[in-house]
C-alpha cells in the first residue's frame, strides 16, 4: 500500500511561499523579558506545616515584579502531517513574535521525541496579563494571514488542548538560549489543597537545580486542567540529563525536597523534546 501524504492546499502553499524572518531576528525580537541518610528518619519528624491563607494559591506563588501570563499548546498532529505542520508553524508563528502590535512572544516550539509521539507544544508568554490576551485575540479575529493558518492548520490535526499558566516566582523566568539541548517537561498533577506545600518545598529545592544551568522555568495551571505543575529543563542529552539528575541526590537536602513532595502527587509524566527552528529555547 502507497504511504499516505499529507495534502497541501493552495492557500498553505502561499503561506509557505511568503517572506520567513531570518534566523537573527528572533534573538533581536525578544522583547517582553524583561545529614545524611542516617538523619533522615529524624528530619522527616518535623513534617513542613503549611499556615492556613485566605490568599488565592495564585496571588501567593506567582512573580509580583511582573504581570506576565503564559500560554501551553499541545497539539496531536496527523503521523503523515507532521512535516507539513512544522512548515506551516515555523512560515507564520514568528510573524506574530516579531510584530509589535501583539503584546505575545515566543517563548519555546518542540516536538515531542520521547512521550506522546507526534505532537507539538508550544510555550506562548503574554506580557501584560489577561487584558494582553484578551488583545491578541481580538486582534487575531481579523488576521487574515493567521485565519487562513488556523483552517490549514486544522486539517493536519487528531487533537488539541491548552492551558493558561502562572510562572513561579522562585524559578527562572524563561530566556532564550543558545543550542543544541533538548528540553524535558516534567508535569505534575498534584492533589487538589496541595499547591501552597509544593510551592513552599520548591522554593528550597530549586537551589540544587541551578548549578549546570538545567532549570528553564516552572509553571502552575490557572485555566483548563487544575493543580498541574509543569518543569521544564535543558540539557545538552540525554546522557547529561542523567548525569546531573544523579547529581542532585548527592546534595544534601535534595532527598528531603522528593520525600515531601511525593506525596502531593497523583500523576506525573516526562516529555523528551527537540526544538523547532523558530524556537526562542534551543
Known amino acids: 500500500m502507497a504511504p499516505r501524504l499529507c495534502s497541501i492546499s493552495a492557500a498553505a502553499q502561499r503561506l509557505l511561499g511568503g517572506p520567513k524572518p531570518r534566523a537573527g531576528d528572533l534573538a533581536v525580537a525578544t522583547r517582553f523579558y524583561s545529614k545524611d541518610n542516617e538523619g533522615s528518619w529524624f528530619r522527616s519528624l518535623f513534617v513542613h506545616k ?6 488565592a494559591h495564585s496571588t501567593l506563588l506567582s512573580k509580583k515584579e511582573t504581570s506576565n501570563l503564559y500560554k501551553i499548546q499541545f497539539h496531536n498532529v496527523k503521523p503523515e502531517c507532521l512535516d507539513a505542520y512544522n512548515s506551516l508553524t515555523e512560515a507564520v508563528l514568528p510573524k506574530l513574535h516579531l510584530d509589535e502590535d501583539y503584546p505575545c512572544s515566543l517563548v519555546g516550539n518542540w516536538n515531542t521525541w520521547y512521550g506522546e509521539q507526534d505532537q507539538a507544544v508550544h510555550l506562548w508568554r503574554f506580557s501584560g496579563g489577561y487584558p494582553a490576551l484578551m488583545d491578541c485575540m481580538n486582534k487575531l479575529k481579523n488576521n487574515k494571514e493567521y485565519l487562513e493558518f488556523r483552517k490549514e492548520r486544522s486539517q493536519m490535526l487528531l ?12 524559578w527562572n523566568e524563561p530566556q532564550p538560549r543558545a543550542g543544541p539541548n533538548i528540553y524535558e517537561l516534567r508535569t505534575y498533577k498534584l492533589k487538589p489543597g496541595t499547591m501552597i506545600e509544593w510551592g513552599n518545598n520548591w522554593a528550597r529545592a530549586i537551589k540544587y537545580r541551578q548549578e549546570n544551568q538545567e532549570a528553564v ?5 490557572q485555566i483548563g486542567e487544575l493543580y498541574v505543575v509543569h518543569h521544564l529543563w535543558a540539557y545538552k542529552d540525554l546522557q547529561s540529563r542523567e548525569e546531573t539528575r544523579n547529581a542532585a541526590w548527592r546534595k544534601r537536602g535534595w532527598d528531603q525536597n522528593v520525600y515531601y513532595t511525593v506525596p502531593l502527587v497523583r500523576h506525573m509524566e516526562s516529555r523528551i523534546m527537540i526544538p523547532l527552528k523558530i524556537s526562542p529555547l534551543q
Open 217 to 221: 522555568g516552572g509553571f502552575f495551571s
Open 50 to 55: 503549611v499556615d492556613p491563607r485566605k490568599d
Open 159 to 170: 487533537s488539541r488542548r491548552n492551558q493558561m499558566l502562572l510562572e513561579f516566582s522562585f
